[in-house]
């Protein structure tokens, strides 16, 4: 399918398209640190390094957290 994992690519293409497509997003929302870092990693190449790996991790857990503040400011959720 068209399906995309970034832990099977051993190159930066997969990032990089990724990057891309979620850029405008997140531009629109204003996430001036998460905007920088896909504006970084739309535009790399070759090896899928540890320290990138490490550096897209830390970049997906402040994905993470803005999506979990629209949650709690926008969506109503329900008491069990």
Do not use: N, W
């Not at 293409?13 to 405008?24: D, E, I, N, S």
């Not at 920088?36 to 739309?42: F, I, P, T």
């Not at 190449?45 to 400011?73: C, F, N």
């Amino acid at each position: 399918g068209s399906e995309m994992c970034i832990r099977d690519r051993r190159d930066t293409a997969g990032v990089a398209a990724l990057a891309h497509k979620m850029l405008p997003l997140f531009t629109m929302l204003r996430t001036e640190e998460i905007t920088a870092q896909l504006r970084l990693l739309e535009r790399l190449e070759g090896p899928l390094t540890p320290d990138l790996q490490t550096r897209i991790g830390r970049m997906l857990e402040s994905v993470d957290e803005v999506v979990k503040q629209a949650q709690k400011r926008y969506l109503c959720e329900e008491k069990q």
